[in-house]
């Protein structure tokens, strides 16, 4: 069983940044694409990024584009997410997510592991 464990999140101003950091574990460990979603209370969990484990290619919302940047280490099974130049409407939980070769990355029926959440807060 796989866990994944997203730690990072707090209060910032607007302006700020702030680094996700999302641990992976478990016995067989092979995913396709790490994505990153987030959900702000009465909203429906977004896309926000998404990266290829092997080929390290990155895929970003266009409401994030340009001020988040996914990245992660192999070696580490870890997946992380720059923010900077935060905003307000960024305020949400954010989840980390694994999935296999199928299904679309922006899509949340793709993923089939997710973490617990971190929780960002971004004042104005």
């Known amino acids: 069983q796989v866990q994944l464990v997203e730690s990072g999140g707090g209060l910032v101003q607007a302006g700020g940044s702030l680094r996700l950091s999302c641990a992976a574990s478990?016995?067989?460990?092979?995913?396709?694409?790490m994505g990153w979603f987030r959900q702000a209370p009465g909203k429906e969990r977004e896309f926000v990024a998404a990266?290829?484990?092997?080929?390290?290619?990155?895929y970003y919302a266009d409401s994030v584009k340009g001020r988040f940047t996914s990245s992660r280490d192999n070696a580490k099974n870890t997946v992380y997410l720059q923010m900077n130049s935060l905003k307000p409407e960024d305020t949400a939980a954010y989840y980390c997510a694994s999935k296999s070769y199928s299904g679309p990355y922006f899509l949340r029926a793709s993923y089939n592991y997710w973490g617990q959440g971190t929780q960002v807060t971004v004042s104005s």
């Open positions: 478990g016995r067989t460990f092979s995913p396709y694409i």
């Open positions: 990266i290829s484990w092997y080929g390290g290619n990155t």
